[in-house]
Each structure stands twice: as C-alpha cells, then as structure tokens.
C-alpha cells in the first residue's frame, strides 16, 4: 500500500512546457513526447547549452505502470536510428521565429542513449530557452493526464486546449465554458497530420501573417500527403476519439463542432471547460516484484544481453534473481568461448551448473555442430562441411 503511495505521488506531478512548443507545427510519437514530460522532472544544462534528461529505468516502471519487459523494449527502439519508422530522433518542429518571422525546422532531440536501465535525452541547444527557465508565456500540465492518454492526437489536443483555456481563462479573468476556433489545415497542421514536409512553398505560406490555408492543403495533397483528407474520416478517427479520451481521462471536458463554409467543414470550434473539484482515482496496477527484479537484471545483463533477452531470462528463471546471478557470473568465469550465451544461461539455470557438483554445459549436436574441431585450423574443410549442412 506504501508503495502505490508513493507511486500516485510521482505520477500526480506537473510540469511547465513553453506554448511555444506546444503550438508548434510538426510530428512526433506519443511515446517521445511522453518522455518529454517525465524528462522534466531531472533536467540540467551541460556544456554545451543542451537540456539533458536523465530518467531511470525504475521511474519509467512507475510512471507506464509497466510490468513487462516490453516498455524498455520499445524505449530501445525508440532510440536506435537504425530502425526503420518513427524514432526520437524523427521528432520536428516548425516554429515561425517571433522576430523576423521566418520558419524555422528544429530536431528536438539530438541525440539519445538506453544504457543499463536508465535513458539519457539530449536536446537541441536551439530550444534551451523554451524548456528551462521559463518565466512567461507557458502552461502548467499534468503528468498524470499526459502519460494517461494513448493516443498522439489526444496529447497533442490536450496541450493545445489546455494552453488556449489558461491563456483566456487569464486574460477574460473568467472561466467556465470557452470557445476556441481552427481552420481544419491549420489544425492538422499542429497535430502533425500534415507537414511542410522540405516544401518550400507550403513554409512561405505558412510565413505569412495570414496563410492561405486552402492553399496549403493542395500543396499537401500534390506531396502525397492525403491522410484524413475527407472530413467524415478526420472526425472518425481523429476528433472523436480524441474528445473521449480527453473527457474520460483528463482534467478538461471538449465538445466541438464543425464550422460550415457552405456544405463544406472548413474548421472546428472547440467547447472546453476545466473539470471541478476533479477527483483522480484511475486504476493503477501494483508495483510487483517483477518490475524491481527486471530493473535489477538489465543493470547487470544489459551489457551482454539486449533488453527482450533479459526478459526472456527472467520469464525461464521464474524471476529467480539469484539463480540468475549465480548463472551469470558462471557464464563469465567459464573459459571455452561460448557461441550463444542465452542459451548457456537457460542451460545453466536449469541444471544449476554454478553449483560445483553440476556438470558443464555441453551444447546438444546438431547440424551445425556435427563436424569435428580441427586443431590445424583447416579452414576450407570446416566451410564445405557448414554449407553441406
């Protein structure tokens, strides 16, 4: 009970981003930016002017309510530049410069690292101002609603209202219900749905002090980006499974509706309003030794092992931390080189090899290993043999 306690306190944090970043263009993962708002939490400014986040593996368990091995899993991908598809370093900006007006591309992350449990972010210098320090012109979130929401456009809405409903609700001095409108480009625009995607033309308009939004749109259209063209299907899958996620897990209720050029939607009005007196009380699982024991393991095995090995490890020990150890530190004192080391340590942890009675590990004879060691290192007999096989 202590522990979930504790738990609940670390997630109900806040966090201040710059509206700046939260009114940008551009597109990024649910999960980038998700580690964004836990980032916050132990930031600092190295040499060279970067924002660096380091964040534990054990807070990552507490923050996702993880209690598989498949978290981290997705955290190493997320940071390998190596995998084709979205990873952290995809994550862009557009933003109009506030003195000369000029858009400006901003990779957020620089660079990124998930070593022995805990991942380290590294961001762009050029953004330094507007994530530390920040003294005006930024929002308050909470963390708790933001690793709430599953889907990217959900978060990405959650912001941009949040920032729209503080901002009025401040200037106004009053709060309750408050109406915020879009253009339908400009909004799949903030949502990352549609990009300037390196097309010159689409950041001159976007320069402007007025963009020609219907301009924009078919110079998308021409670049092949026609995701969520056809309004019905925007709404479908976008706007109405946002507005229910918001109302279901966030501190804000959404309404909205399309604002009507002819018979054409040409943009959406928000309804927003701040929930009162909320009362958070979301289902959160127990923290389980399993979620520690892993932790413990990927601080020992990570140099050895990828992250999926470990907790292939630890499902085959039974979470047995011990047998584990022991397996491992038989598998480093062991002086024949050995070929496939998850294999070595199931064998090991299963005939407890590390105890001094046991027998050592002898891999069982296949087609791979039927040929006979050759002493005088016959290296064209040795690759007849393997492609025979």
Request: glycine share 4%.
């Amino acid at each position: 009970m202590q522990d979930k306690k504790r738990e609940q306190l670390v997630v109900s944090k806040s966090y201040k981003k710059s509206n700046e970043l939260i009114n940008a263009m551009g597109k990024g993962t649910a999960l980038s930016q998700k580690l964004f708002a836990i980032g916050m939490q132990n930031i600092k400014i190295d040499n060279t002017n970067n924002v660096v986040a380091t964040i534990y593996g054990s807070e990552l368990r507490k923050m996702f309510h993880s209690s598989s091995g498949s978290l981290y899993e997705h955290i190493e991908a997320l940071c390998d530049r190596q995998i084709k598809g979205a990873t952290i370093f995809d994550w862009n900006l557009l933003m109009k410069d506030q003195k000369n007006g000029k858009i400006e591309a901003h990779q957020v992350v620089t660079d990124a690292s998930f070593k022995d449990g805990t991942l380290t972010l590294r961001y762009n210098n050029s953004l330094t101002d507007k994530i530390v320090n920040l003294q005006k012109n930024y929002t308050v979130l909470s963390l708790a609603d933001t690793l709430s929401l599953k889907s990217v456009y959900s978060l990405r809405l959650y912001e941009m209202l949040k920032s729209a409903y503080d901002y009025k609700k401040a200037l106004i001095k009053e709060g309750g219900v408050l109406a915020f409108e879009y253009n339908l480009t400009e909004l799949k625009l903030e949502l990352g749905i549609i990009t300037s995607g390196g097309n010159k033309e689409i950041k001159a308009e976007l320069e402007k002090e007025r963009p020609d939004y219907d301009k924009i749109d078919e110079l998308a259209e021409k670049t092949g980006q026609t995701k969520y063209k056809e309004y019905k299907i925007f709404n479908r899958n976008v706007l109405s499974k946002a507005k229910d996620e918001l109302n279901r897990k966030t501190s804000l209720d959404v309404d909205y509706e399309p604002i009507k050029s002819g018979r054409r939607a040409a943009g959406i009005r928000f309804y927003v309003s701040q929930k009162e007196n909320l009362i958070t009380n979301k289902k959160e699982l127990p923290v389980i030794n399993k979620d520690e024991i892993l932790d413990e393991l990927i601080e020992l095995l990570h140099g050895d092992f990828k992250v999926k090995e470990i907790r292939e490890i630890a499902e085959f020990a039974g979470y047995d931390l011990e047998k584990i150890r022991k397996s491992y530190e038989y598998m480093q004192s062991y002086v024949t080189t050995i070929d496939v080391p998850i294999a070595f340590m199931k064998e090991c942890i299963k005939n407890e090899y590390y105890n001094s009675k046991a027998e050592p590990f002898v891999p069982k004879e296949n087609k791979f290993n039927t040929f006979q060691h050759n002493s005088n290192d016959n290296f064209e007999e040795l690759e007849r043999l393997l492609l025979d096989n």
